[in-house]
């Protein structure tokens, strides 16, 4: 089953608020669903699933049975439920409507984290049937890739890819049955001057292509794992950000010459709408494009 289908195959096609399809991420899938009461069929999921409720009535109770283990849950905001891979989930029942965020990993993701750290042994199918407890550090990374579905930013691709790695090493490292060990082989670089200034010099390159994590990586010579890491560690921001830093100032530069509308430099900042770099811009700036332009000298 391809990463994009199994939430239709589990919920079906209605009732979807937003989707990552349209978006075409790579690296992993995202769904925000409006579940009205309902039960739901039994279902073997082929690739982890997460959900996250965003909203529901007061009185919402989630029940659901996997490989025999029943779970009651009182829905709220926050609350998190893992469908790991191979898992038979025999039934959920539903007795209100409830408002959840659907993130589904692929297989590769573990793979890729196994081998950004030393061959360690990473697999999706090693994660509890766990439902209704709190993490408030997946409830964030859910609400950035929320946000990103519902208002994408200039550098969405590496932010999504960024928030899918820390999305894995969080399931694996809080939850997993094959917990993180450290491995002897396992080694800590540091982004030297002569590999910064390749990355950088890409950025700059390709302030108006949609570059993801991966290409940036590649000029490093690291894993993905790895070079977000370093990244930070050296510039104080992770990739994504600053990338999004760098478009902004190009958007500056464009602003203040006077010779592109605002719309088209939106897009050549790789702003998916005028609306998103609007409020990217406010946010950075503390002023509109049309306001910045028209103080620029």
């Known amino acids: ?112 984290l196994s081998q950004a750290r030393g061959g360690a042994s990473h697999r999706p199918e090693s994660l509890p049937y766990l439902g209704g407890f709190f993490d408030e550090r997946i409830r964030r990374i859910g609400s950035g890739l929320l946000g990103q579905m519902q208002a994408p930013s200039a550098a969405g691709a590496v932010r999504i890819d960024t928030l899918a790695l820390e999305l894995t090493a969080r399931v694996v490292d809080s939850y997993s049955a094959d917990a993180r060990r450290t491995s002897a082989s396992e080694k800590h670089h540091r982004l030297d001057t002569r590999r910064l200034r390749r990355v950088l010099d890409f950025m700059t390159a390709h302030l108006e292509d949609d570059v993801g994590l991966e290409d940036l990586a590649r000029e490093a010579s690291f894993s993905t794992f790895h070079f977000v890491r370093v990244f930070a560690d050296t510039m104080g921001m992770p990739p994504h950000r600053y990338l999004s830093r760098m478009r902004l100032e190009r958007a500056k530069t464009l602003l203040s010459l006077r010779t592109m509308p605002i719309a088209e430099i939106a897009l050549a900042c790789c702003f998916s709408s005028q609306a998103n770099f609007t409020r990217a811009f406010v946010r950075a700036t503390g002023l509109t494009p049309k306001e910045f332009r028209r103080q620029s000298f």
């Not at 982890?48 to 909203?55: D, N, Q």
């Not at 009535?57 to 849950?73: E, K, L, M």
Request: aromatic share 8%; charged share 20%.
């Open 1 to 112: 089953m391809q990463l994009q289908d199994q939430g239709a195959a589990k919920y079906g096609a209605n009732a979807v608020l937003a989707s990552s399809v349209a978006a075409g991420w790579q690296r992993m899938m995202a769904e925000h669903r409006h579940h009205p009461k309902a039960e739901i069929e039994s279902f073997r999921p082929q690739h982890l699933e997460i959900v996250i409720a965003t909203g529901c009535h007061r009185d919402c109770v989630a029940s659901r049975t996997g490989d025999r283990i029943r779970q009651h849950t009182n829905v709220e905001p926050g609350t998190i439920w893992f469908c790991p891979v191979g898992v038979h989930e025999e039934d959920i029942i539903l007795s209100d409507w409830h408002e959840a965020l659907h993130l589904y990993l692929p297989t590769e993701r573990f793979a890729e």
